[in-house]
């Protein structure tokens, strides 16, 4: 863990609202020079804090209204390895997300789809088939507030 002072907690929160500002903004933002802002934002890179940047889609404004929460168990049955089920369900394009997890399910998943429709297509056709998938429960996002955690 890399120690963090108030002005690079500040950075973050203003990077994870808006990643697209540049040092400069920033820096005119928390009273720093662009090079010190700069040099801050490369610390935390190369401090593994900062994983990336990306952009943030409107799966709507693509076509696709409807997202699901999958839980999903593993048969016992056939031991299918977990990388061969990550894998398998990795190459499903609607599936957004793949988290291992304890508790009652092995696997939650976030996956999108066009309507109920193309989701139970997607469910019957996709997730259902793949290798050592056992129960398997859904639950419709109905709507979301994006957190950008504590920083």
Request: no cysteine.
């Given at each position: 863990?890399?120690?963090?002072?108030?002005?690079?907690?500040?950075?973050?929160?203003?990077?994870?609202?808006?990643?697209?500002?540049?040092?400069?903004?920033?820096?005119?933002?928390?009273?720093?020079?662009?090079?010190?802002?700069?040099?801050?934002?490369?610390?935390?890179?190369?401090?593994?804090?900062?994983?990336?940047?990306?952009?943030?889609?409107?799966?709507?404004?693509?076509?696709?209204?409807?997202?699901?929460f999958l839980g999903v168990k593993l048969a016992?049955?056939?031991?299918?390895?977990?990388?061969?089920?990550?894998?398998?369900?990795?190459?499903?394009?609607?599936?957004?997300?793949?988290?291992?997890v304890l508790g009652l399910y092995d696997y939650?998943?976030?996956?999108?789809?066009?309507?109920?429709?193309?989701?139970?297509?997607?469910?019957?056709?996709?997730?259902?088939?793949?290798?050592?998938?056992?129960?398997?429960?859904?639950?419709?996002?109905?709507?979301?507030?994006?957190?950008?955690?504590?920083?």
């Amino acid at each position: 863990m890399i120690d963090l002072d108030k002005t690079d907690r500040a950075l973050l929160r203003a990077l994870a609202a808006d990643a697209t500002q540049s040092a400069g903004a920033l820096g005119r933002l928390l009273g720093l020079s662009q090079p010190a802002t700069w040099r801050r934002i490369r610390r935390l890179q190369d401090n593994g804090v900062i994983k990336g940047r990306r952009v943030d889609l409107d799966p709507e404004k693509l076509g696709f209204g409807v997202t699901v929460f999958l839980g999903v168990k593993l048969a016992t049955r056939g031991r299918v390895s977990l990388e061969d089920f990550e894998r398998a369900v990795s190459a499903i394009p609607e599936v957004l997300s793949v988290q291992q997890v304890l508790g009652l399910y092995d696997y939650r998943l976030r996956v999108t789809a066009r309507d109920i429709a193309d989701f139970e297509r997607v469910l019957r056709r996709r997730v259902m088939t793949l290798p050592g998938v056992g129960d398997v429960e859904a639950n419709v996002l109905l709507s979301e507030e994006r957190r950008p955690g504590p920083i």
